[in-house]
């Protein structure tokens, strides 16, 4: 049910820095549905309309400060929805 939710009111952009694993969960686990695929941060950005929402499934701690300093880099407009 709440994968039928996101899909349906939310544009869902798949981003690995192994791009080999996001090849492969298009292939397989979203077959069929509307999740898109990034091969870089710069395009994950792109293809997702603003204003942007990003779910992170980061490992706790440092890991989720870097890469949200990442995103801010790519998309300096998203500093002030940020508080730091």
Same mark, same amino acid.
């Given at each position: 049910?709440?994968?039928?939710? @996101?899909?349906?009111?939310?544009?869902?952009?798949?981003?690995?820095?192994?791009?080999?694993?996001?090849?492969?969960?298009?292939?397989?686990?979203?077959?069929?549905?509307?999740?898109?695929?990034?091969?870089?941060?710069?395009?994950?950005?792109?293809?997702?309309?603003?204003?942007?929402?990003?779910? @992170?499934?980061?490992?706790?701690?440092?890991?989720?400060?870097?890469?949200?300093?990442?995103?801010?880099?790519?998309?300096?407009?998203?500093?002030?929805?940020?508080?730091?």
């Amino acid at each position: 049910m709440f994968e039928t939710y @996101l899909l349906t009111y939310f544009q869902v952009c798949a981003f690995n820095r192994t791009v080999q694993k996001v090849d492969e969960f298009l292939a397989n686990e979203a077959k069929g549905t509307r999740v898109i695929g990034a091969r870089s941060l710069e395009e994950m950005t792109a293809r997702l309309k603003r204003p942007r929402r990003v779910m @992170l499934l980061v490992k706790a701690g440092s890991a989720v400060d870097d890469f949200i300093h990442k995103l801010v880099r790519i998309s300096p407009s998203t500093n002030e929805s940020i508080n730091e």
